[in-house]
T-cell receptor
């Protein structure tokens, strides 16, 4: 089954403790992206990747890192999480940024930073 | 700069009535436009897209959207609403000529279909 898998689905942690949210897709998609969803703000793009080793900032990249060492994986790293990063996070992928194909979304990761 | 506006936080409609969820956009060039739906505790699911061509686009679950270039709008419509259509709807845009590969989403509109 074609899917985008995020882990963990839920995480409660404390300020300053590094964490990684994993994202994996099994569709051989080139384009992958991370979003955060906050009430009243909708989805905002954090980082995206056009292909392996090619990443760029979205609209809200501060406090986050990403890497794309393999085509299928696109982890989101919070080196020193802070309470303002408490949010619902989504990973998404699509065939290619130059195609007109829609994005496929994971089921989300709810992060609470205390 | 690219932007998307969904002016209504919530839309209520009676089952069987037509529904409209509004979206306006601002891009410097030609847009790719998308509608997604989100059910509780799930990721977004694709409904339909406008790339080029016919201004009326048909999508999943009986939804359609009309692209209006002069009004820079891409409103989502359905002739007859179902209770199961109740969900959170997002409009998104990508500017093809911006030189970036970013997507911009609206703030979302919660649709409530009343039985």
């Amino acid at each position: 089954e074609a899917q985008v898998t995020q882990n963990p689905r839920y995480l409660i942690t404390v300020t300053g403790k590094k964490l990684t949210v994993t994202c994996s897709q099994n569709m051989n998609h080139e384009y992958m992206s991370w979003y955060r969803q906050d009430p009243g703000l909708g989805l905002r793009q954090i980082y995206y990747s056009m292909n392996v080793e090619v990443t760029d900032k979205g609209d809200v990249p501060e406090g986050y890192k990403v890497s794309r060492k393999e085509k299928r994986n696109f982890p989101l790293i919070l080196e020193s999480p802070s309470p303002n990063q408490t949010s619902l996070y989504f990973c998404a992928s699509s065939y290619s940024i130059n195609s007109n194909q829609p994005q496929h979304f994971g089921d989300g990761t709810r992060l609470s930073i205390l | 700069a690219q932007s998307v506006a969904q002016p209504e936080d919530q839309v209520n409609v009676a089952e069987g009535n037509p529904l409209t969820v509004k979206c306006t956009y601002s891009v410097s060039g030609n847009p790719y436009l998308f509608w997604y739906v989100q059910y509780p505790n799930r990721g977004l699911q694709f409904l339909l897209k406008y790339i080029t061509g016919d201004n009326l686009v048909k999508g999943s679950y009986g939804f359609e959207a009309e692209f209006n270039k002069s009004q820079t709008s891409f409103h989502l419509k359905k002739p007859s609403a179902l209770v199961s259509d109740s969900a959170l709807y997002f409009c998104a845009v990508r500017d093809l000529t911006s030189g970036t590969y970013k997507y911009i989403f609206g703030t979302g509109t919660r649709l409530k279909v009343l039985a």
